[in-house]
């Protein structure tokens, strides 16, 4: 039976509100077990004074504001219809749902009395287009649309026979599960960004609820119907298809052979147990990624929470006493005008930091400014052995590794920040870099600390690495680099660092092969084979390497996020 919750109207676009007739068409809506329903909708029309109620006074009745030039009658007969819809839910019904965008609208339950409307005896009622069934709450439905619509890896749809139909679907909105409806939630389709335009709702264990299926714009939307009718549903919800079970009926549980039934059930702890498992596993992750949310907040953030990573991140590097200046004049009531954003006061000498974000490259007069403030401090502080660093977010809109490296400041920053008393240019995501590898290699604070004393620009290189060479070539096959020694010498046992796009990868140095021969050490100049760990992605022409002084290692270990083959 087909059936219609009514035309959304266009009206004038004035203050006040209309009361909408409710022309719903829904015939024999209550007895239904199979609900396919378009949230689309048909096309909006003009409105007509016959589509409106004046209902008489002291009547509460709702009403729909026109401010908005458009009256939909639909969403307050689908919220008032859930109530029925949700029993054929929770009794094994199937509902096949073709999303579309989320539309919304705020009504006024109220009746009108001698002057207009009673707002003193009123009621607000949102309702939208998703107000079908209850269990349709837990979708978060996001605005997005897209000519593009990818399967899911799962292979749902393939096993599903629905492939075909999602391929050349397009989509008006994605819909992602809420975490309480997660577990029962199954991704068929993804926009080309991975995130959910299609999915099922499975009923939940024990509850003998029905399915629900969330389809995008599909082309051929009644050949998946049929596919879904004839194919899937009998097998899904075999209740619903009597003439269809056969004999089906011997594998429901009550005629289930004992042997099988606890197999059964074997299986169906495994899968609890995986569900809780992963449940575990993703609140680890949420733990995790917001313990060091600062080190991302380094590449995204301005202002005040970019100035708080960064202190966040020196703090981890072992400074102990970094200090937030703006949050210090707030503390002292102090009305001068800001200067520098951060001291960090437990360097080798005191260092003032200013920090700032662009959208671009920074201008020469953001990555100058730190040293107009050094010659006010050293008077002010009555020394003249501070240091000045200007940490850059440059491109913040990028992924850090499409961002410029080689030429971010102006020849003229550069050679201003090499004079006397000089001062240092750090980006984020070098501070970042360094971060990352102090932790993941147990770096002490004295092979970082110097860097920030530096003038000109910072590069994230511990003190305790020395320059050897470049990475020349690799053979995957015996899993060796070729390593071209341009400083000092190499030997067996020495202990290298690779310097990769994101962190350092040390390892240690097992053999050493000369023109086909094992040899103890080479010369500068030589080109000299090695085994390695690293991976042909890693292992790239032109990769920088150091070696680590043995009298100056880092501690063993590290106490945060670690390198993996992707990341490094």
């Not at 733990?287 to 991302?296: I, K, Q, T, V």
């Not at 200090?323 to 437990?346: L, S, W, Y």
């Amino acid at each position: 039976m087909k059936g219609t919750f009514g035309t959304p109207l266009i009206v004038e676009r004035e203050a006040g509100y209309r009361s909408p007739k409710l022309p719903m068409d829904l015939p024999n809506h209550t007895e239904q077990e199979i609900v396919v329903i378009d949230l689309a909708g048909p096309d909006e029309r003009q409105a007509e004074e016959s589509d409106f109620d004046v209902p008489a006074r002291g009547i509460k009745v709702l009403w729909a504001p026109t401010e908005f030039g458009r009256v939909d009658p639909r969403l307050p007969g689908m919220r008032m219809l859930q109530p029925k819809f949700d029993r054929i839910y929770e009794h094994g019904g199937v509902f096949i749902v073709f999303a579309d965008a989320l539309v919304q609208t705020r009504y006024l339950l109220t009746a009108r009395d001698y002057v207009g409307l009673d707002t003193y005896d009123s009621k607000d009622m949102s309702a939208d287009n998703w107000d079908l069934i209850q269990v349709l709450d837990g979708l978060q439905v996001g605005s997005d649309h897209g000519k593009q619509v990818e399967l899911a890896d799962n292979g749902y749809a393939e096993k599903l026979g629905l492939a075909s139909y999602l391929r050349t679907a397009t989509f008006s909105c994605v819909v992602k599960p809420s975490s309480w409806l997660t577990s029962r939630w199954a991704t068929l389709a993804t926009s080309k960004y991975g995130e959910p335009v299609s999915g099922i709702i499975a009923p939940e264990r024990e509850r003998g609820e029905g399915w629900v299926f969330v389809l995008p714009r599909v082309e051929r939307r009644a050949d998946i119907v049929q596919e879904l009718v004839e194919h899937l549903l009998p097998n899904l919800a075999p209740r619903l298809f009597p003439h269809v079970e056969r004999e089906s009926w011997t594998r429901r549980r009550e005629y289930e052979l004992p042997q099988i039934t606890a197999l059964k059930d074997e299986i169906t702890a495994i899968e609890e147990a995986t569900r809780v498992r992963v449940r575990e596993l993703e609140e680890r992750i949420e733990r995790e990624r917001e313990s060091w949310a600062y080190l991302h907040e380094l590449l995204t953030t301005t202002g005040g929470a970019l100035v708080t990573a960064v202190i966040t991140a020196l703090k981890t590097l072992g400074f102990e006493d970094v200090r937030d200046v703006d949050a210090e004049r707030e503390a002292a009531g102090d009305t001068r005008p800001k200067r520098e954003d951060v001291h960090i006061m437990d360097a080798e000498v005191p260092v003032l930091v200013e920090v700032k974000s662009s959208g671009g490259l920074p201008k020469e007069g953001d990555a100058l400014q730190v040293a107009k403030y050094l010659a006010p401090r050293m008077h002010e502080w009555g020394r003249t052995d501070l240091k000045g660093l200007s940490i850059v977010n440059h491109q913040r809109a990028l992924p850090a590794l499409d961002r410029q490296d080689e030429h971010v400041f102006q020849n003229d920053v550069l050679t201003n920040a090499q004079q006397k008393p000089g001062f240092g240019l750090l980006t984020t995501w070098d501070l970042h870099r360094l971060v990352r590898s102090f932790l993941a290699l147990g770096w002490r604070h004295e092979n970082v600390a110097a860097l920030f004393t530096t003038a000109g620009r910072v590069r994230p290189v511990p003190s305790h690495y020395e320059y050897i060479g470049h990475l020349d070539g690799f053979w995957e096959q015996a899993r060796a680099v070729g390593v071209r020694v341009e400083h000092g010498t190499l030997s067996v046992g020495d202990r290298l660092a690779y310097e990769l796009p994101v962190q350092f990868v040390e390892e240690a140095v097992e053999s050493l092969q000369l023109n086909s021969e094992q040899v103890q050490t080479v010369p500068q100049g030589a080109h000299v084979g090695l085994r390695t760990s690293l991976s042909k992605e890693q292992a790239r022409k032109g990769v920088r390497i150091y070696r680590v002084q043995p009298s100056r290692l880092a501690l063993s270990g590290g106490a945060g996020p670690t390198a993996d083959a992707a990341d490094a």
